[in-house]
């Protein structure tokens, strides 16, 4: 009798020792706790992006390949400050979103489609090593004509015609008959556009980072930091970036802060002096 007495009253003990540890959330309120929810401890956050001290610079920024998509397009209008915006040419919003950078105080270029290497889909508008003098003076008279308020011009991909002296001295000759400017985004370390440029005495700068090769926040803010080491160094610095969310995103949050830590924004227009 007394042996099962016992057994009866061992048995629950035993079973609630036996069973699975239960998620936070589904904790029975016990003594002090009677009635208190549990609430998941929140994620921290992140530090504000603060870069090294060092000399003051002044850094140019300049996104790519607006015109597309709209939303991204006016998210990177609406980016504080004194930045530059590249319109590709005959696109669906390439013209309204270049009246909107226009009124908000950005350069707006012609983001030119040139020939690559590897032949890739160029899109309209495209300067390619196949056509003629004429045929090239027309696709970027037309190029030209899409996208309203045009400071300057870069090249969009390129690898193949910015190494070749020809084209690039057709390129050269109508920027200056226009009075643009052109920037090299240097997609080939062989590239003789900035060359070229300087030759016709064009007012010209080249690009020396590219934000967003790898399109996340860690990447993002590392290349931020080299174009900013840089530009310390040498006293500017030309950065390229695309309206990508987690670009968009960092510059949200950085470039109301870059004058307190010594990193002055400008235009190409207003480096150039023009």
Do not use: C
Request: charged share 20%; aromatic share 4%.
């Amino acid at each position: 009798m007394w042996r099962g007495l016992l057994l009866a009253l061992l048995l629950p003990v035993a079973a609630w020792g036996m069973r699975p540890l239960e998620t936070p959330q589904a904790l029975p309120a016990s003594g002090g706790l009677v009635g208190t929810a549990y609430r998941a401890p929140l994620p921290s956050q992140p530090p504000p992006f603060v870069l090294p001290p060092g000399d003051p610079a002044t850094l140019v920024i300049i996104i790519d390949d607006l015109g597309n998509r709209l939303k991204e397009g006016r998210q990177t209008v609406a980016l504080p400050g004194r930045i530059s915006v590249a319109v590709l040419p005959h696109t669906p919003h390439g013209a309204r979103l270049a009246e909107e950078a226009h009124r908000a105080g950005k350069d707006v270029m012609l983001h030119a489609p040139m020939s690559t290497l590897d032949h890739r889909p160029l899109g309209p508008g495209a300067l390619t090593n196949e056509l003629s003098q004429t045929e090239f003076r027309d696709t970027l008279d037309a190029a030209l004509a899409s996208v309203p308020h045009v400071r300057g011009v870069n090249n969009h991909m390129g690898s193949g015609l910015t190494q070749s002296p020809e084209p690039m001295r057709w390129l050269m000759a109508e920027l200056t008959e226009r009075q643009l400017y052109f920037v090299d985004s240097r997609t080939h370390s062989a590239t003789v556009a900035a060359a070229v440029a300087a030759e016709a005495g064009l007012p010209h700068l080249s690009r020396q980072v590219f934000l967003d090769n790898v399109a996340e926040p860690a990447a993002i803010a590392e290349r931020f930091r080299a174009a900013v080491k840089q530009a310390r160094q040498q006293g500017s610095a030309v950065v390229i970036g695309h309206p990508y969310p987690a670009t968009i995103a960092f510059l949200q949050d950085i470039l109301p802060r870059l004058e307190e830590q010594g990193i002055h924004l400008a235009t190409v227009s207003e480096v150039l002096e023009l």
